[in-house]
């Protein structure tokens, strides 16, 4: 079963809380375009990583709004998201999710919004929709986090 | 971020069509092409394959039947402390 670790670790490799606290349970991801011509997604050769915070919090996924746009990610849906200036009307985007650690592509909806521009560390943010098939175990004592996919049988036909 | 959505046909079509896929394909997600209903998914991974092997990078609407069309800001975003430095 596939395992990686969503927490920090300090210079000598060990848990390092101060930063998981303040940041949140991180892993890489790729953000990969859908194809043109192909249903599974084109992982480039030298794809760049994004840092992805898993959000349990939210439902929902978001992406940085300027990535999307660099990326070309096709609009897919519209959303109102309500924040402290009011509902606005965001783009949903559709990209495909990889995670090289756990072995896993996942399509996935994505809300654009400001995060690079607001502060946030993080490009994307990854709602509850996205640990379908995750387990994840937060040890707030030890500092980790820890994410695992394992490989489920398939239903009785 | 307002502007003016690409999907406007589909998102009408989407609305029109509301009651019927209540009825009928609560929970699913939808793939809407123009005015045309392409077909409802269990999964959006699957709606997503489905929508681009026949129409590659769209534009399409994917919605969930029966989900919110709206959503709070995540508190990761809403709620980012910055302290005074003076």
């Not at chain 1, 927490?7 to 930063?19: A, L, M, N, V």
């Not at chain 2, 123009?34 to 919605?63: C, H, M, S, V, W």
């Amino acid at each position: 079963m596939p395992l990686t670790e969503a927490g920090f670790k300090d210079s000598d490799g060990h848990p390092y809380i101060p930063t998981l606290l303040q940041v949140g349970p991180t892993i890489q991801v790729m953000v990969i375009p859908p194809p043109v011509t192909q249903v599974q997604p084109d992982v480039p050769q030298n794809p760049s990583l994004c840092h992805a915070l898993i959000d349990t919090g939210a439902a929902e996924s978001c992406i940085d709004v300027d990535l999307a746009i660099s990326l070309g990610l096709p609009q897919i849906d519209v959303i109102t998201i309500s924040g402290a200036g009011g509902p606005q009307s965001h783009p949903v985007y559709m990209c495909a999710i990889v995670m090289p650690a756990l072995g896993l592509t996942q399509y996935g909806r994505f809300a654009g919004v400001r995060l690079k521009a607001g502060g946030q560390s993080h490009q994307v943010l990854l709602g509850r929709t996205f640990l379908n098939g995750i387990i994840m175990i937060y040890d707030g004592i030890r500092g980790q986090v820890t994410l695992a996919a394992p490989v489920l049988p398939a239903p009785p036909s | 971020m307002e502007g003016t959505s690409p999907l406007q046909e589909e998102i009408e079509a989407f609305e029109n069509m509301k009651d019927e896929l209540l009825r009928h394909h609560n929970g699913k997600f939808v793939v809407f092409k123009g005015k045309e209903l392409i077909g409802a998914f269990d999964t959006f991974d699957n709606a997503a394959r489905e929508a681009i092997q026949r129409f590659g990078n769209g534009p399409y609407l994917i919605r969930q039947v029966g989900g919110s069309t709206g959503m709070p800001l995540p508190a990761s975003v809403a709620y980012r402390p910055v302290y005074a430095t003076h």
